[in-house]
């Protein structure tokens, strides 16, 4: 098992910047690739971005790309979204996510999930 805590979500105007931070315990978390989801009101749940267990490859969607960056720092088993130039679309619950079974966009991909942060961009 293991056990993912988001944080680091609020109410920011559009322009503005978050990082959100997900920290992992349970087993070891460099054996994981860690993704980030969003799932806005009425809408299903879509990938934001990706890294592999290592570290070296990363994927991000199309939506976010040159705005949001992941990162991850095995040491201290956590995984952050870095998100620049917020816009009220970002708005959504924000949610971290591990898998072993290969590097995706694709939910089934994740076998363990957070709770989700609130993030709300005003404009």
């Known amino acids: 098992q293991v056990q993912l805590v988001e944080s680091g979500g609020g109410l920011v105007q559009a322009g503005g910047s978050l990082r959100l931070s997900c920290a992992a315990s349970?087993?070891?978390?460099?054996?994981?690739?860690m993704g980030w989801f969003r799932q806005a009101p009425g809408k299903e749940r879509e990938f934001v971005a990706a890294?592999?267990?290592?570290?070296?490859?990363?994927y991000v969607a199309n939506s976010v790309k040159g705005r949001f960056a992941i990162s991850r720092d095995n040491a201290k088993n956590t995984v952050y979204l870095q998100m620049n130039s917020l816009k009220p679309e970002d708005t959504a619950v924000y949610y971290c996510?591990?898998?072993?079974?290969?590097?995706?966009?694709?939910?089934?991909?994740?076998?363990?999930w957070g709770q989700g942060t609130q993030v709300t961009v005003s404009s």
């Open positions: 890294k592999s267990w290592s570290g070296e490859t990363t």
């Open positions: 349970g087993r070891t978390f460099s054996n994981y690739h």
């Open positions: 996510a591990a898998g072993v079974r290969g590097l995706g966009y694709r939910t089934t991909l994740y076998d363990y």
